[in-house]
Each structure stands twice: as C-alpha cells, then as structure tokens.
C-alpha cells in the first residue's frame, strides 16, 4: 500500500505563486497514474489535475487550466503541482492521490489512494 505524504501548503497572495509537492512511500511510483485533488470549506471534493505514469499526459479542471501545473519525478517518488496567478476561489485543502494504472480520471473514487491534505489560503 502506498502512502503519500504532501507537503509546500501555505498562504500566498492572489496572483501569487505556490508549489506543492507529493512523495510516495512507494517505490514502484512509475506504475500510480497521480492526481491532485482540493476540498474547500462547504464544498465537496474537486479535481484539479492529473498526470499520467510517465508524465506524458497531463489533465485539467477548466478553473485551474493554465494557471497550475503538474509534473512528476518518479526518481524522486515526487509528483509536483505548480500553482500560479493564485486567486481567492484556489483557497482549499489540496489532496494527491493514486491510482493503479493509467487512467487520470478526474473523479475521486476512482483513486485508491489519498495522502493526509495541505492547506493552501489565497489571502485578498
């Protein structure tokens, strides 16, 4: 069972820049298709971007499409999410996940995998 653990949450600044980053306990990272995922107060679980085993096929919500990034270093057991021109609505709890093959599907339940959260706060 692999664990993943996220880490560079913090508050920033609307139109300002965050990474975040997501490591695996496990070794064999190149077989998980990754996905981050965010939770906003009131809200239910959101996609925001996805990212096939070998990097080659990335996928984005509309909301975050060319202001975020995804990318993964599986000599590291690291996938990345660069987030860019933050705005006050990217406020959330933000999840990696993993899934056990190739699909990159933007739904939750089809991840089998979830690390613990970070927060990220877009302050005005």
């Known amino acids: 069972q692999v664990q993943l653990v996220e880490s560079g949450g913090g508050l920033v600044q609307a139109g300002g820049s965050l990474r975040l980053s997501c490591t695996a306990s496990?070794?064999?990272?190149?077989?998980?298709?990754m996905g981050w995922f965010r939770q906003a107060p009131g809200k239910e679980r959101e996609f925001a971007a996805a990212?096939?085993?070998?990097?080659?096929?990335?996928r984005y919500a509309d909301s975050v499409k060319g202001r975020f990034t995804i990318s993964r270093d599986n000599a590291k057991n690291t996938v990345y999410l660069q987030m860019s021109s933050q705005k006050d609505e990217d406020t959330a709890v933000y999840y990696c996940?993993?899934?056990?093959?190739?699909?990159?599907?933007?739904?939750?339940?089809?991840?089998?995998?979830w690390g613990q959260g970070t927060q990220v706060t877009v302050s005005p």
């Open positions: 496990e070794g064999a990272f190149s077989r998980y298709a």
């Open positions: 996940a993993a899934n056990d093959g190739v699909d990159i599907s933007t739904t939750p339940r089809r991840y089998e995998y």
């Open positions: 990212i096939r085993r070998l990097g080659m096929t990335t």
